[in-house]
C-alpha cells in the first residue's frame, strides 16, 4: 500500500502541526526519513487495557515506512495493530549555554509520527524487513549469519507504521541573548555532543575475530 509523502511546508494533520516555535517546524519526508534513521530507538505511546504506556524500542525504516519487531506475545504489538499511536524519534546534537538560565537550550532533532501499525503478514517479505534491520546495524552482516529458519520468522512479529503523518522540530544553531547580558562575563557557546562506537568486546567463543564496522 502506498502512502502519500508528507509535503515540504504544510502539516498533514492538525495534529501533526508544530504550534510552539513553528518556524523549527519540517514536515517534508526526507526531513522526517533523515530524524528516523539517525537514532536506533524510538519511544512508541500507546494505550492498552484502559491504561497508557509509553515504551522503549529497536526501529528501523525502509522506504516510507517506520519498523519495529518482537515477540508475538507482545503486548504492545498486539496493541499497535488494533488502534492509533504516537511513535518519537529524538536525538540531542549540542548543549547551548548562554549567558542567562533562562536562555540556556538543547540542539536537537526530533520527529513526530502518527498512525496505526500494520502486521507484515508474507514470509518473505518479513525477512526482508528483518534483513533491512540486521543491516541497519552492520552492513553485509546479514549474508554472514547462519540462514534464518522459517520457525523463528514465524515466532517473530514484524510491524510497519507509514511515514504520512509526521513532523520534525530542529534547532542547529547557537546562542541567542538578550542584548543588556551580551557582556556578562560567562561562557556561551555550544557544546556540541555525538554517538561514538567504543573497542569492540568480543565474544571469548567466537571463532572470528575481526568485528562488524558499525554506522554511527
Not at 26 to 43: E, G, I
Not at 189 to 211: H, R
Request: hydrophobic fraction near 45%; charged fraction near 20%.
Amino acid at each position: 500500500m502506498t502512502h502519500p509523502r508528507p509535503s515540504p511546508s504544510l502539516a498533514p494533520s492538525s495534529r501533526t502541526r508544530v504550534r510552539r516555535l513553528p518556524d523549527r517546524a519540517h514536515y517534508d519526508f526526507d526531513t522526517v526519513a533523515a530524524v528516523v534513521d539517525a537514532s536506533r530507538l524510538c519511544t512508541i505511546a500507546f494505550a492498552w487495557n484502559g491504561s497508557v504506556h509509553a515504551l522503549p524500542t529497536a526501529h528501523w525504516r525502509d522506504g516510507d515506512h517506520l519498523y519495529i519487531h518482537g515477540a508475538r506475545a507482545s503486548r504492545m504489538l498486539q496493541a499497535l495493530v488494533q488502534d492509533e499511536c504516537c511513535v518519537s524519534v529524538a536525538r540531542v546534537d549540542g548543549l547551548v549555554f548562554a549567558r542567562s538560565a533562562f536562555h540556556h537550550s538543547m540542539n536537537y532533532r526530533s520527529a513526530v509520527i502518527y498512525g496505526r501499525f500494520e502486521a507484515v503478514e508474507d514470509a518473505a517479505a518479513k525477512e526482508a524487513a528483518l534483513r533491512a534491520f540486521i543491516e541497519r546495524l552492520a552492513p553485509g552482516r546479514w549474508t554472514q549469519l547462519r540462514p534464518v529458519s522459517a520457525k523463528e520468522v514465524h515466532a517473530t512479529t514484524v510491524l510497519r507504521l507509514p511515514l504520512a503523518e509526521a513532523s520534525v522540530k530542529i534547532r542547529d544553531w547557537g546562542v541567542k541573548d538578550d542584548a543588556e547580558d551580551m557582556d556578562w562575563p560567562v561562557w556561551a557557546g555550544v557544546v556540541p555532543l555525538d554517538v561514538v562506537t567504543g573497542p569492540p568486546q568480543t565474544d571469548p567463543a567466537s571463532v572470528v575475530g575481526a568485528a562488524p564496522a558499525v554506522p554511527a
